[in-house]
């Protein structure tokens, strides 16, 4: 079955800059989207379609792609920026997965 | 404003069934396809099902294939869930996925999550 792999943790300072990965098992593959859910809370839509930046999200977060690795980036980290942060994809069958998320510690 | 709302959920015996919906409102829902996803408490999104915009297609994921089965009428989701196990127990999220139209579907990811519906099962 498809697999995204994150990093279970990333920490940066205030004003830094964080990146998280998201690496498929296949390749080509679908589309990338990415997701910040914070505590007690529903996720957020933050990335679509791999560098996609939906209305309201701020510039700070990016997203990128090289081959089956895909990058969020979020520049200039604020405090509220702590949250986990998930990918998810499809595969060709139809079926959709989700990385296993990546705990962002600001 | 555009809202999905989830019910539905509870407490349940092992190898009973519950049945969750999600209400959909201010938008044009049938032009949607959806998702369920869950999340089992202290761990991370797992997604659930997918359902076409017009109920046409229909895809799950491993752990539930064969149990539980996603469906939908004119402004609301359902997910049938059959033969429950105690890892099923995790807060049910339904979401909209991809907008179709004449001119083809495009795939905006989940931007619309509803609030969540707990789950719990055990005897």
């Known amino acids: 079955s498809y697999e995204l792999t994150q990093p279970p943790s990333v920490s940066v300072s205030p004003g830094q800059t964080a990146r998280i990965t998201c690496s498929a098992d296949a390749f080509p593959r679908q589309y990338v989207y990415w997701y910040q859910q914070k505590a007690g809370q529903a996720p957020v839509l933050v990335i679509y379609q791999d560098t996609g930046r939906p209305s309201g999200i701020p510039e700070r977060f990016s997203g990128s792609s090289s081959g089956t690795t895909v990058t969020l980036t979020i520049n200039g980290v604020l405090a509220e920026d702590e949250a986990d942060y998930y990918c998810?994809?499809?595969?060709?069958?139809?079926?959709?997965?989700f990385g296993g998320g990546t705990k962002l510690t600001v | 404003q555009v809202q999905l709302v989830e019910s539905g959920g509870g407490v349940v015996q092992p190898g009973r069934s519950l049945r969750l919906s999600c209400a959909a409102s201010g938008f044009t829902f049938s032009v949607f396809g959806m998702q369920w996803v869950r999340q089992a408490p202290g761990k991370g999104l797992e997604w659930v099902a997918v359902i076409w915009y017009d109920g046409s297609k229909k895809y799950y994921g491993d752990s539930v294939k064969g149990r539980f089965t996603i469906s939908r009428d004119e402004n609301t989701l359902y997910l049938q869930m059959n033969s429950l196990r105690a890892e099923d127990t995790a807060v049910y999220y339904c979401a909209r996925v991809v907008h179709c139209n004449d001119g083809g579907c495009f795939v905006h990811g989940l931007d619309v999550w509803g609030q969540g519906t707990t789950v719990t099962v055990s005897s």
């Open positions: 998810q994809s499809a595969d060709n069958s139809g079926s959709w997965v």
